[in-house]
């Protein structure tokens, strides 16, 4: 079982950055994959980011302005968003997933926080 709480998120005007932070435990940490995904209203839940060890992967409208982490000294991944738009509008959500991988799909994680909102202004 792993819980994960995240949070940083606001509002922000276009052009802006926030940082969010999504921290895990029940589970040793760096040990599982990590990702970031979105869900804007009346839209499907899609993938941003995802961290696993050591490697990063990212989905293509967020490539070159966010940034996935982790600190494992604080069981913590942040993402980094710069030059926010306002497509970025969603809910973002962390989740863990079991075998170790870069995966896009939600069907591959398990475990889900419960969400923070981001809303960019333009």
């Known amino acids: 079982q792993v819980k994960l709480v995240e949070s940083g998120g606001g509002l922000v005007q276009a052009g802006g950055s926030l940082r969010l932070s999504c921290t895990a435990s029940?589970?040793?940490?760096?040990?599982?994959?990590l990702a970031w995904f979105r869900q804007a209203p009346g839209k499907n839940r899609e993938f941003v980011a995802t961290?696993?060890?050591?490697?990063?992967f990212y989905a293509l409208a967020v490539k070159g302005r966010f940034t996935i982490a982790s600190d494992n000294t604080k069981d913590t991944i942040y993402l980094q968003m710069n030059g926010l738009t306002a497509e970025d509008t969603a809910v973002y959500y962390c989740?863990?997933?079991?075998?170790?991988?870069?995966?896009?799909?939600?069907?591959?994680?398990?475990?889900w926080g419960q969400g923070t909102q981001v809303t960019v202004s333009s």
């Open positions: 989740a863990a997933a079991g075998p170790l991988g870069l995966w896009v799909e939600t069907e591959k994680y398990d475990f």
């Open positions: 029940g589970r040793t940490f760096g040990t599982y994959p």
């Open positions: 961290i696993s060890r050591t490697s990063t």
